[in-house]
């Protein structure tokens, strides 16, 4: 079926969730025009998805948004328990790893999800793109040629293809009939809110933990804010989530007063459960985010699962939208993210659990799609589908000779012959030396930063290439 048809938008994104925004974002910069609608007046004002994952944090980077994530966000504050009022102990939350050349971010960077979705906005606005907010999507259609959506405003959009980034309660999925096979990972409710505390109540300095026979809560200090997240289990009744409510809760299990919540700035209660869609793709609509997996919180995978599945799909609609790749190249987006989503939602599971602690699984920095359609080959230390490692690069990184929209040929330590690209969308850039976390070869890095093909010469390299719109001069 042919996409790139002239309509009036080339993509409408429903939600304006991380998810949405960073996909926005990657489409913009693609010259893909994207029309994001989000039935709620403003951004998310909550903190909930707050652990942004190294992994995350290199595709932030690559979206331009990487300074700002710095200058927002902060490490994770180390664990103290409390009992009876007393600090029990310190412990930390969260594998730390020094930063290496292959891998520059060693551990989780905490930031509210508002923080990061403003960030995200602000971006987005710098591409040329926008956000209309208090218009949600109401019903569509879709025929070989289009989709169309009908908006509680009134308007109707046409659009080659429809991204549904419109949370677990998604609208477009139940439009759609697809259906979520999941559990109820906890049948304990939770109650999690944004609160202020007086200063000389309680340090910033720690992620405050207390046990309690009625469930345990947290208290996190957010970084570049004067915020705590609360984060409080129910193992009897249903959270209130008035400011009375909260306050309740903290004078009931912690040694603070109610009076020491100077403020709630926002509250939400939720039971965690673990669901999947059981598919991602309905002809031209896909699903991303939570529409598509909800986690939960623990391990904190459902933020950083749903920013890498707009970055998985963000080229593939580019390349078929506006460089003549197949239709069937969006194939691939359910047949490399449908799995990594069950994964991560196994992993959180087993961490609220208690069944599996916190580790390098969660930094998300291993995972790939060597079982992809579109991983084809090994060379050095790699094969097609792994994450492509950082590194120096002639005064520069590797990640700034990736970032961008483009495609790069790398050639590490061999005298192979890069050839001509045939496009812009295709650059090249050589490494005369091996490095170690490649060893040696030729190395096609995707848009999204992982291997897609990988050998010891360019046999093969011109039939790979075509199918994704790119090809060689000559």
Known sequence: MELNTVKETDVLVVGAGPCGLALACDLARRGVRALVVEQAPGLFPGSRGKGVQPRTREVLDDLGVGGAVRAYGGPAPV?????????????????????????????????????????????????????????????????????????ATGRVVRASCLVAADGGRSTVRRELGIAMTGETVDPAPMLVADVRIA??????????????????????????????????????????????????????RTHLAAADVTEVRWASDFRPRAALADRFRDGRVFLAGDAAHVHSPAGGQGLNTSVQDAYNLGWKLGQVLRHGAPAALLDSYEQERRPVAAEMLGLS??????????????????????????????????????????????????????????????????????????????????????????????????????????????????????????????
């Open 79 to 151: 664990g103290m328990a409390w009992q009876n009022g007393e600090r029990m102990g310190e412990h930390r939350m969260f594998r730390v790893a020094p930063p290496t050349d292959a891998e520059p971010y060693g551990e989780p960077w905490m930031m509210p999800q508002w923080r990061t979705q403003e960030i995200l906005l602000a971006r987005l606005r710098e591409l040329g793109g926008d956000v209309a907010f208090s218009t949600a999507l109401t019903g569509l259609d879709q025929d070989a040629d289009g989709v169309t959506a009908q908006l």
């Open 199 to 252: 200063e000389t109540a309680l340090d910033r300095l720690n992620w405050h933990m207390m046990n309690t026979d009625a469930g345990f809560i947290t208290l996190c200090p957010l970084p570049g804010t004067e915020d705590f997240q609360l984060v409080a289990q129910f193992k009897e009744g249903e959270p209130d989530t008035s400011a009375d409510g909260v306050r309740a809760v903290v004078a009931a």
């Open 349 to 474: 599971t087993r961490i609220h659990r208690g069944e599996q602690e916190r580790g390098r699984a969660t930094q998300q920095l291993g995972l790939g799609y060597r079982e992809g359609p579109l991983s084809v080959g090994r060379a050095g230390a790699l094969e097609a589908g792994d994450r492509a490692p950082d590194g120096p690069a002639d005064g520069r990184r590797l990640f700034d000779v990736f970032r961008g929209p483009h495609f790069t040929l790398l050639a590490v330590g061999t005298e192979a012959e890069l050839p001509e690209p045939g496009t812009a969308a295709l650059r090249t850039h050589r490494l005369p030396d091996a490095y170690e976390p490649y060893g040696t070869g030729l190395f096609l890095i995707r848009p999204d930063g992982y291997i897609g093909w990988a050998g010891r010469d360019t046999a093969g390299l011109a039939e790979y290439l075509t199918p994704l719109g790119l090809g060689l001069a000559g």
